[in-house]
DNA sequence: TGAAATGTTGGGGCG
DNA sequence: ACGCCCCAACATTTC
């Protein structure tokens, strides 16, 4: 046996169990040492926000006390990754290299030159797939072409992903090393964990993804079709951080959650299930279209959206930053992604709708603001829910798919457990008016002690004026086989125009 | 993974 | 008893 060490390249697969880069590299034998690489040329443009950083230097920290558990430990160095890896590889006489694959675009560039050129150094590269349960390259429609709508996606995805889909890999760990090394530093300090971690409830690492994982399956899995989309109900999963960084994989949610329903004789169990890994498919098919329209990140899939007449001004944006539209909903969903670095995805929806169909934003605004906040931010996922949204991208909503603030509210949090949640100063409004305090009669708003304009703001625009612009808006960038919506009338009831 | 406008139906009040 | 109207409820169409 080779006694020569491998490298294990941590890049989005942060854990220890169910670590297909792992398991090849301990198979191969010989020591296992783990690094990873603050590189943000792997990133390109796209280098992630303050909310991500916080979530990945407690992650790494995370993982560097899993590893130290067993003698090993975590080697983290900053700097271009290919040079430190050929660096490193030179420093401990490792002979492989082995990393888990990427698919956003500047990463899997980034990826393919490390390896050739690691190739060429005489060094052994092996890579394999620790995020997905189908890879990009897998799924072809019956033309070899990448599919551009969920459904048949989905068909196709879930004769691989769920057919042949092996059981997880128990957790392994690197048999404790002596470095050869003596210069190798571990950078990662133990800073103080940051607000959005702390008030958010949130535990970064391998450990807090598994505990999230059984606690949802356990508590929350049966509800699941029903509860998902009520924000005032903790009814989703919330592994969305922690599956970004790899701290949990796939195959072991899947495995979960399908061990779960198989074990239960309801009936209702399988349809949560299957509710559930749909959620998974379209995490894939977002990263699906990604890797074969690498140009989404700024630019829309549908090439007729480059004429969209956004509007030009920055107040909507701001206000909409802020938490200050008017529009309860919407407003709740932005405190919450400040206060926590999270939101509920109906609410994402929704806010997104806000600002790219009543504010006509342009999404890559929004989807830039979400990747600066979110500590779950994801290129493929990011880009793909604001192109959805703004009717430019795959399976996109039809641009006049336009949702009303008001109605979701009130059908999605009917009793406004979550606005009151997020915007304290209406909890006491009843729950009638609780989604449209600007519809609110005088003495209701007296009662609650809420001035319009003051304690909160009213509406920045009309909704129903709003929804005709937006729909004028894409008549013009149709080619002229649409028509222009019939009517065009301001709705005349709303008190803030 | 919409909303609003328009069309249809059927029960009940009422002359 | 009957036709007429109103309108809520539901379905369909359109944006």
Not at 318 to 326: F, I, L, M
Not at 343 to 349: A, D, S, Y
Not at 460 to 477: G, K, Q, T, Y
């Amino acid at each position: 046996m080779d006694a020569r060490p491998s490298l294990l390249w941590f890049r989005q697969a942060l854990r220890l169990a169910d670590n297909p880069v792992l398991e090849a590299a301990m198979t191969r034998g010989g020591p296992v040492i783990p690094v990873f690489i603050l590189d943000s040329g792997e990133e390109g443009e796209w280098r992630p926000g303050p909310a991500s950083s916080t979530w990945l230097t407690e992650s790494l920290t995370s993982l560097d006390h899993d590893l130290r558990e067993r003698g090993s430990r975590l080697i983290l160095r900053r700097g271009l990754a290919g040079e430190a890896l050929l660096a490193l590889t030179r420093e401990c006489d490792a002979r492989a290299v082995f990393f888990d694959r990427r698919y956003e675009p500047a990463a899997s560039v980034s990826e393919r030159d490390i390896e050739r050129m690691l190739i060429t150094r005489g060094i052994e590269v092996v890579s394999a797939n620790a995020s997905l349960l189908v890879e990009p390259d897998r799924i072809a429609t019956e033309a070899g072409g990448p599919y551009r709508v969920f459904t048949p996606f989905h068909r196709a995805w879930q004769r691989i992903a769920i057919g042949e889909s092996p059981r997880p890999v128990p957790r392994m760990m690197p048999a404790p090393v002596r470095w050869p090394v003596r210069d190798v530093r571990i950078e990662v300090d133990a800073c103080a964990r940051g607000r959005l971690i702390r008030d958010g409830g949130w535990k970064p690492g391998e450990r807090g993804a598994l505990e999230r994982l059984r606690a949802f399956v356990k508590a929350s899995l049966t509800g699941y079709p029903n509860d998902r989309d009520r924000p005032g109900i903790g009814g989703t999963s919330r592994l969305s951080p922690h599956l970004h960084f790899g701290e949990i994989g796939p195959r072991q949610i899947a495995d979960a959650v399908q061990t779960r329903a198989a074990g239960s004789s309801a009936p209702g169990e399988m349809r949560a299930a299957e509710a559930y890994l749909r959620q998974l498919a379209w995490r894939e098919f977002a990263v699906h279209v990604l890797h074969h329209h690498p140009h989404t990140t700024d630019r829309p899939l549908r090439p007729e959206f480059a004429a969209f007449p956004w509007s030009r001004g920055r107040a909507g944006l701001e206000a909409w930053k802020r938490g200050e539209t008017g529009y309860p909903v919407v407003d709740a969903g932005m405190r919450e992604l400040l206060g926590t670095g999270w939101m509920h995805n109906r609410v994402r929806m929704i806010a997104a709708s806000f600002l790219t169909k009543d504010l006509r934003v342009p999404w890559l605004a929004g989807a830039r603001w979400f990747w600066e906040k979110l500590i779950d931010a994801d290129l493929a996922n990011n880009t793909f829910g604001w192109q959805w949204t703004a009717g430019c991208g795959a399976d996109a909503a039809p641009y006049f798919r336009i949702f009303n603030p008001v109605l979701q509210g009130m059908r999605y949090d009917a009793q406004g457990v979550y606005v009151r949640r997020w915007i304290p100063e209406l909890s006491r409004l009843p729950d009638r008016w609780i989604h449209r305090p600007f519809e609110a009669p005088a003495d209701a708003l007296a009662q609650a002690g809420v001035r319009l304009g003051r304690d909160y703001p009213k509406p920045i625009v009309d909704h129903a004026r709003a929804r005709e612009e937006a729909l004028l808006a894409i008549a013009s960038i149709a080619g002229g086989r649409r028509k222009a919506p019939r009517g065009g009338r301001r709705s005349g009831r709303h008190p803030a125009h």
